[in-house]
C-alpha cells in the first residue's frame, strides 16, 4: 500500500491532530485530548459558547432572576402604597451629570391643573433636583422573610426629607410603576418556573411509563394525551379560572394558576419522552441494567431519564416563556391573579382602558418587560436545544 493510500490524519504529527481537533471546540486550548474524557455537560457547555447571542441571553435571563429574588432591592418605594393625589405621573428620567459634577438626580414634578379638561397635568421642575444615591436607604423588608433591612438600589439621598421619584412613573391610584414592576416579575417568573417544573415530572413520569411498559399504558395514556391536546386551550383556561371562587386568598389563587397551566402544558413532553423511551429500551445498556436485576424505576430514572436530560433542560427552557405568556394573558383579562396581587399580567390591567393609555402611555412598559424575558428565554432555549444537540 502506498503512502497516499493512508488517510490524511493519520500521518500527520500529533501536534497538528490536536490543533485541529481543539479548532472544533474551541476553548479547550492545546489540550484537545479532554474532548474524550469530558463529560456530557461540559461538551454542551463549550458548544453553548460558539452561540452568542444566546450567552448574552442567559446573562440577561440572570440578571432577572436576580429582579425575582430580591425585588424590594431594586424597588425604590412600597409597591402597594399610593397616593391619589400623585396619579399619573410621567417617568422621571435619571440624570447622571450636573452642575456639581458627576452625580445622579431626578427633576423634581409639579402638578397644574388645566383649565380646559381640568386633568392634572406634571411638568419636570428644572429649578429643583431630587439627588438619587445608590444603595440608599428606605422602606423596610425581609430577604426570604428572614433577614430585616432597609437597603435598595437606588433611593433618595436623604430619606427623611420625604422626597419620591418615580422612573417608570405612577398609574391611576398613584402607585409607583418601577416597583410595582419589580415585584410583579417574582409572581411571574415563579409561575411559569413552578408551572414548567410540574410538567417536566408529569411529562417525565406519564411519558417515560407510556414508552417502557407500551401496551394497554400506552394506549391510555396516549389517548389522554390526544384528549388534552384536542381541547381548544383558550375556552378550557377561561372556564377553568373563571370557576375559581371570588374569595380566595391571593395564595390560593396563584396556586389554583399554576396547577392550571402544569396540567395543560406537560403533554408536548410527554410525548417526546415517550418517543425517546421507545428507542431507548432495546438499547444494550438498558438489557444489561435488566438481566443484573435493576429495578424498573432504576432502570428507567438512573440508565433512560439521564441519556436526554439535556434535551429536557432545553425543552424547560422554551417552555417558561409560555407558561409566562399564559398567566400575563389570563391576569390581562381578569381570569388569573387579581388585585391585590402584582404580576406582570395584572399590570397589564391598567392599560385595558383606551383613556388611560392616552393619558399614561407608560403603563405599557410591563409588556415590554414580558417581550425582553420572553425573547431571552428562547433564545437561551435555542442556543441550549442546539448545544445538547449530539449532531450538530
Known sequence: MSTSDIP???????????????AVLPGLGHDAEAIYVAPNWKLVWWRFKKHRLALISGVLIIFIATIALFPDF????????????????????????????????V???????????????WVPDET?????????RGYEYEIFGLIS????????????SGEKFHLLGTDRLGRDQWSRLMAGTRVSLSIGLVAVILSIVLGVLLGGISGYFGGWIDLVIQRLIELLQSLPPIPIWMALTASLPRDWSVEQVYFAITIILALIGWTTLAREVRGRFLSLREED????????????????FRHMVPTFSSHIIAASTLAIPVMI???TFLSFLGLGLRPPAISWGVLLQEAQNLQSVALAPWLLLPGLAVIITVLSLNILGDGLRDAADPYS
Open 149 to 160: 433591612t432597609n437597603l435598595h438600589l437606588l433611593g433618595v439621598e436623604n430619606p427623611a
Open 107 to 121: 427633576y423634581n414634578v409639579i402638578g397644574k391643573r388645566n383649565p380646559t379638561t381640568l386633568m392634572m397635568e
Open 74 to 105: 431594586y424597588s425604590t418605594l412600597p409597591p402597594h402604597e399610593s397616593n391619589a393625589i400623585r396619579s399619573f405621573v410621567p417617568p422621571q428620567r435619571l440624570h447622571f451629570f450636573g452642575e456639581d459634577g458627576a452625580f445622579l438626580y
Open 285 to 300: 445498556f438498558v438489557v444489561a441494567a435488566q438481566l443484573i436485576g435493576a429495578s424498573q424505576p432504576r432502570v428507567i
Open 8 to 22: 490524511s490524519v493519520l500521518t500527520k504529527p500529533e501536534g497538528t491532530i490536536a490543533a485541529d481537533t481543539a
Open 128 to 136: 429643583k433636583i431630587i439627588p438619587v444615591k445608590i444603595f440608599a
Open 325 to 327: 405568556i399564559n398567566e
